[in-house]
C-alpha cells in the first residue's frame, strides 16, 4: 500500500528557514498536502500541491514537489517560535479518497 | 470557512461506559467524514470513512461493533465507543472533507480532537 516517510525531528533558530521532508511511495499519489498540529489540538491544512506542479509559494511558506523522485519538501521562511508544532506531510491518489499520513515532523524552534 | 467542531473536547469516563463523539462541519456539508486515533507522539491511524446515508467503511483491524460510527446528515457524524475499556484511551479526530465549488477538488479539515481517558 501506500507509505508516506517523513523524519521525526528538526530544530531550528528563530529567523532562520525550516525545511521538513516528506517521501512517498506511490506514483500515483495526486493530491499532496501539508497539515500543522499544535500540542493537544487537531490537524490545520497549511496548504498543498498537485502533482502536475512542481512550486506553490503562499507567503512564508514554499512547497517543493519531485515527482520523479516522490519527494515533497516544505520550507518555512523566518522561522518564528509559533512555528514549533507537528508537521503532517499527507497524499490523496483520487479527489475523493482517504489521505495517506506520514508519521509527523516535530519541528522545535529555539529563541 | 471549513470549520470542523468536535464534542466534547475531553471526557473521562469509567470502564464499561459508552461514550459517543460528535464531529460537524459548520459551514459545509461535508458527504465524506473519517475518524483517526491518534496515540502519543504518533501519526493519525484513519478507523473509518463515513458517507452519509451509508455505512460506514473501516480499516483493517477496526472493530465494528466497537466503534460504532452514525452519519446522519451531511453536518454531522458520530462516533460511540462501546464497552470502552482503558485501552480505549486516545486522542480521536475527525475530518470532514470539503468540496471546492469551482474546481470539485475535495479538501480534508479536521476538527479539534476529543481526548478520551477510560479508567
Known amino acids: 500500500g501506500e507509505d508516506v516517510e517523513q523524519s521525526l525531528f528538526l530544530s531550528v533558530r528563530e529567523g532562520d528557514s525550516s525545511v521538513i521532508n516528506c517521501t512517498y511511495t506511490d506514483s500515483s499519489s495526486t493530491y499532496l498536502y501539508w497539515y500543522k498540529q499544535e500540542p493537544g489540538a487537531g490537524l490545520q491544512l497549511l496548504t498543498y500541491?498537485?502533482?502536475?506542479?512542481d512550486m506553490k509559494q503562499d507567503q512564508r511558506l514554499t512547497v517543493l514537489l519531485n515527482k520523479k523522485d516522490k519527494h515533497l519538501s516544505l520550507r518555512i521562511a523566518d522561522t518564528q517560535t509559533g512555528d514549533s508544532a507537528i508537521y503532517f506531510c499527507a497524499e490523496k491518489t483520487t479527489n475523493a479518497g482517504k489521505s495517506t499520513f506520514g508519521d509527523g515532523t516535530t519541528l522545535t524552534v529555539k529563541p | 470557512g471549513a470549520v470542523v467542531s468536535q464534542h466534547p473536547s475531553w471526557v473521562i469516563c469509567k470502564s464499561g461506559t459508552s461514550v459517543k463523539i460528535e464531529c460537524r462541519s459548520l459551514d459545509f456539508q461535508a458527504t465524506t467524514m473519517f475518524w483517526y486515533r491518534q496515540f502519543p507522539k504518533q501519526s493519525l491511524m484513519l478507523m473509518a470513512t463515513s458517507n452519509e446515508g451509508s455505512k460506514a467503511t473501516y480499516e483493517q483491524g477496526v472493530e465494528k461493533d466497537k466503534f460504532l460510527i452514525n452519519h446522519a446528515s451531511l453536518t454531522l457524524s458520530t462516533l460511540t465507543v462501546t464497552s470502552a475499556h482503558p485501552e480505549d484511551s486516545s486522542f480521536y479526530i475527525c475530518s470532514a472533507s470539503r468540496q471546492a465549488e469551482t474546481t470539485g477538488q475535495e479538501t480534508q479539515y479536521f476538527g479539534p480532537g476529543t481526548r478520551l481517558l477510560v479508567l
Open positions: 500541491i498537485f502533482s502536475n506542479m
